[in-house]
């Protein structure tokens, strides 16, 4: 059974199961858009996690600070409140080409410093009352091919060797099924750099707490250009000495930014509150967030509420970059989505999925994300997370505090830092080129279960 359901509550379509549990009190109903021309010292386009933070950091570290964030419909609306709620201290660049680009230790303080940011956002979110669900119980990648352990091994090795001994850790199938009891599980890769959230009251009250700051939110005032000390809307322009793009996968609706980031779609499903005996068969008392080690991955976690939220097997791309409209939804992929939980789960059969939703998330062309600020231009810029951006986005903000106000720490000396990452070809090759690599990822999927 697939449905959706959304509290109607007059705010929005179903956009996904977090939007429809916000914290009591959120009414999720917009803010006001931007009045007319304003002047400004930053200027953030996107109020998503990278542009939260940020306008969070630059208000608490610098209170005279005027900042401004445009948003093109809510606090939270895209991938930041879409997401499953993996915070993660992940990133997506391979630790050799850190090192290989930046020197030996690069990795090393770069993986470093987005676990420290699993800790940040939760003393965040309990220094600024925020009731998102965050969880430290650790992440454990499933392995139920002797194909995937293999995989998941060469990960340790890898960390091991650049320097990040603790990172991860092998477990064998009874210490595995002791935490998150999945059928067809032979061991799993561990780390306890990870927490779960509910991502969309996270991202909504780090937009309170900025406010509360002193940051001026203007949500429904989509920017159409960013230019040196200028940004553009429909409503009117925002004049900054500093301009920071913070858009992720809608960055190709920004003039002249079609092939920066690529929007990649994904789909979650929810079930309905699960009865305490079932998840005493399931596992997840702590709340580990688990992934499936297929290449094409599956991800879940057992919600504040009960629930178990469940997302990935997919990875749609749409012609020319185009993103799909909202609510993002497919019947197809969420019946797929629902079968496979079961499979790992066979206690779920007769629990009913609540929720169905997609949305996109940034690619960049080579894997990497980055930070930066362009001194001679003004304009900074953070993103490419490839779907691993809640605690790393976090990281971000912090980052781009330290550049603008031109502090010297550690973090601005981080390896992706003035990272640019080159164009993605043009149509049609970046078509091929995305559907050529899911199918590839199917292929090893199948010769992992000992078909053709």
């Given at each position: 059974?697939?449905?959706?359901?959304?509290?109607?509550?007059?705010?929005?379509?179903?956009?996904?199961?977090?939007?429809?549990?916000?914290?009591?009190?959120?009414?999720?109903?917009?803010?006001?858009?931007?009045?007319?021309?304003?002047?400004?010292?930053?200027?953030?386009?996107?109020?998503?996690?990278?542009?939260?933070?940020?306008?969070?950091?630059?208000?608490?570290?610098?209170?005279?600070?005027?900042?401004?964030?445009?948003?093109?419909?809510?606090?939270?609306?895209?991938?930041?409140?879409?997401?499953?709620?993996?915070?993660?201290?992940?990133?997506?660049?391979?630790?050799?080409?850190?090192?290989?680009?930046?020197?030996?230790?690069?990795?090393?303080?770069?993986?470093?410093?987005?676990?420290?940011?699993?800790?940040?956002?939760?003393?965040?979110?309990?220094?600024?009352?925020?009731?998102?669900?965050?969880?430290?119980?650790?992440?454990?990648?499933?392995?139920?091919?002797?194909?995937?352990?293999?995989?998941?091994?060469?990960?340790?090795?890898?960390?091991?060797?650049?320097?990040?001994?603790?990172?991860?850790?092998?477990?064998?199938?009874?210490?595995?099924?002791d935490a998150v009891n999945a059928a067809g599980v032979i061991g799993s890769l561990h780390t306890p750099h990870a927490a779960a959230v509910h991502p969309a009251r996270l991202a909504r009250g780090v937009a309170r707490a900025a406010e509360r700051h002193g940051a001026a939110i203007y949500e429904r005032t989509p920017a159409l250009a960013i230019q040196p000390g200028r940004v553009d809307t429909r409503h009117?322009?925002?004049?900054?000495?500093?301009?920071?793009?913070?858009?992720?996968?809608?960055?190709?609706?920004?003039?002249?930014?079609?092939?920066?980031?690529?929007?990649?779609?994904?789909?979650?499903?929810?079930?309905?509150?699960?009865?305490?005996?079932?998840?005493?068969?399931?596992?997840?008392?702590?709340?580990?967030?688990?992934?499936?080690?297929?290449?094409?991955?599956?991800?879940?976690?057992?919600?504040?509420?009960?629930?178990?939220?469940?997302?990935?097997?997919?990875?749609?791309?749409?012609?020319?970059?185009?993103?799909?409209?909202?609510?993002?939804?497919?019947?197809?992929?969420?019946?797929?989505?629902?079968?496979?939980?079961?499979?790992?789960?066979?206690?779920?059969?007769?629990?009913?999925?609540?929720?169905?939703?997609?949305?996109?998330?940034?690619?960049?062309?080579?894997?990497?994300?980055?930070?930066?600020?362009?001194?001679?231009?003004?304009?900074?810029?953070?993103?490419?997370?490839?779907?691993?951006?809640?605690?790393?986005?976090?990281?971000?903000?912090?980052?781009?505090?330290?550049?603008?106000?031109?502090?010297?720490?550690?973090?601005?000396?981080?390896?992706?830092?003035?990272?640019?990452?080159?164009?993605?070809?043009?149509?049609?090759?970046?078509?091929?080129?995305?559907?050529?690599?899911?199918?590839?990822?199917?292929?090893?999927?199948?010769?992992?279960?000992?078909?053709?």
């Amino acid at each position: 059974m697939v449905g959706t359901v959304n509290a109607d509550r007059g705010r929005w379509p179903a956009l996904s199961l977090w939007h429809d549990t916000l914290e009591p009190g959120d009414t999720g109903v917009p803010r006001s858009e931007l009045p007319g021309d304003v002047d400004v010292d930053v200027a953030i386009v996107g109020a998503g996690f990278t542009g939260l933070w940020t306008a969070y950091y630059l208000t608490t570290t610098d209170p005279s600070l005027r900042v401004a964030v445009l948003e093109a419909h809510t606090a939270g609306f895209g991938a930041s409140g879409r997401n499953g709620g993996w915070c993660v201290g992940d990133q997506a660049a391979a630790p050799g080409a850190l090192d290989g680009a930046h020197g030996a230790g690069a990795a090393a303080r770069m993986i470093r410093a987005v676990q420290a940011s699993v800790d940040e956002v939760g003393r965040v979110a309990r220094a600024e009352r925020i009731d998102c669900g965050f969880a430290k119980g650790g992440a454990l990648y499933l392995a139920s091919a002797r194909a995937q352990l293999r995989r998941l091994a060469k990960r340790v090795e890898v960390a091991e060797r650049h320097g990040l001994d603790g990172t991860y850790e092998m477990w064998d199938r009874a210490r595995t099924t002791d935490a998150v009891n999945a059928a067809g599980v032979i061991g799993s890769l561990h780390t306890p750099h990870a927490a779960a959230v509910h991502p969309a009251r996270l991202a909504r009250g780090v937009a309170r707490a900025a406010e509360r700051h002193g940051a001026a939110i203007y949500e429904r005032t989509p920017a159409l250009a960013i230019q040196p000390g200028r940004v553009d809307t429909r409503h009117g322009a925002v004049r900054a000495e500093v301009v920071v793009r913070a858009t992720e996968a809608y960055t190709r609706t920004l003039d002249g930014q079609r092939r920066a980031v690529l929007p990649l779609g994904n789909f979650m499903i929810a079930t309905e509150p699960v009865d305490d005996d079932t998840w005493a068969a399931m596992g997840m008392a702590n709340r580990e967030l688990f992934e499936d080690a297929r290449m094409m991955v599956g991800y879940g976690q057992r919600t504040a509420d009960g629930r178990l939220a469940w997302g990935g097997l997919s990875g749609p791309y749409r012609f020319a970059s185009r993103i799909p409209p909202t609510p993002m939804q497919s019947d197809r992929v969420a019946e797929r989505l629902r079968r496979r939980l079961v499979e790992m789960f066979p206690p779920l059969s007769g629990v009913a999925v609540t929720h169905h939703w997609g949305g996109v998330l940034g690619v960049s062309r080579d894997l990497r994300p980055s930070v930066g600020l362009d001194r001679a231009t003004g304009i900074g810029w953070a993103g490419g997370y490839f779907g691993s951006g809640v605690a790393i986005a976090n990281l971000a903000g912090r980052t781009l505090a330290d550049l603008i106000a031109g502090r010297e720490t550690d973090l601005v000396g981080l390896p992706w830092v003035g990272h640019v990452s080159r164009a993605w070809e043009p149509e049609p090759l970046r078509w091929i080129g995305v559907h050529a690599g899911t199918a590839a990822a199917h292929a090893v999927d199948r010769a992992d279960r000992g078909r053709r």
